[in-house]
């Protein structure tokens, strides 16, 4: 399917796919979504020394971008080892378009960009001291056969479910919940019903956010409620 590269309301870029009507962010601000969704309602909610990180996928690489910006902001004593899982790579025209470099002012940011993108895939690289990036491309239903650590944090950001509704049903989110440790935080942009029975239904603790610019609810679920952090 093609994609096209498009500006989003807070100036950051997007892929558009003009055949299913869908975006892999927020035509309302990609980074700002990214940001809000994953950190501000993901990591920072985790205290873990050493935090396994498993996203559910890749994409435009973003999600692992304001990781790492996070990261650096920090005083680095900790360690983040991310996983990130896709089917479809996006090629090098495409990265070099989106220039997500740009949106940070931070100069390392602009040596990591592409840095996560040249890097190999199935094999763990340390893009910076304590930070590892994994990224593996395979079908999100092949999750179980994939061998990764616990996790201790989920970025949920599959496409919406109007397009690839199987990724928003019991059994996908059984295998998710299969990888993580207890206690383990769960946040995806996705505020249905649906979803929050789903993951209820799997032990976890459930809780409404206010959403991302655009969006006026997203959900955060916590492996085992005894055991949240």
Not at 65 to 81: G, P, Q, Y
Not at 184 to 206: H, N, Q, W
Not at 208 to 229: D, F, H, Q, V, Y
Request: glycine residues 6%.
């Amino acid at each position: 399917m093609k994609r096209e590269v498009k500006v989003t309301s807070d100036g950051s870029k997007t892929l558009f796919i003009n055949e299913l009507n869908e975006g892999y962010h927020s035509h309302h601000g990609a980074l700002q979504e990214a940001k809000h969704v994953f950190i501000d309602n993901g990591l920072k909610l985790v205290n873990d020394y050493e935090i396994n990180i498993l996203e559910l996928g890749f994409g435009t690489g973003l999600n692992v971008l304001v990781t790492i910006d996070e990261f650096l902001k920090t005083d680095k004593n900790h360690k983040i080892n991310f996983y990130t899982l896709e089917k479809y790579p996006i090629t090098e025209a495409e990265i070099k378009e989106l220039d997500y470099s740009d949106l940070f002012s931070n100069s390392e940011l602009q040596e990591m960009y592409l840095k996560i993108h040249e890097s190999d895939w199935e094999v763990p690289v340390e893009i910076l001291p304590n930070f590892s990036l994994q990224k593996i491309q395979v079908d999100f239903h092949a999750l179980p056969s994939v061998e990764i650590p616990k996790i201790n944090l989920v970025y949920y950001d599959c496409f919406g479910a109007r397009v690839q509704p199987d990724l928003w049903e019991e059994s996908l989110f059984a295998s998710v919940a299969e990888k993580m440790s207890e206690g383990g935080l769960l946040t995806t942009y996705s505020s249905k019903g649906s979803v929050r029975r789903i993951l209820k239904a799997l032990d976890f603790e459930v809780e409404k956010k206010a959403g991302p610019p655009g969006k006026r609810e997203m959900l955060i679920a916590w492996k085992n409620s005894l055991t949240k952090k």
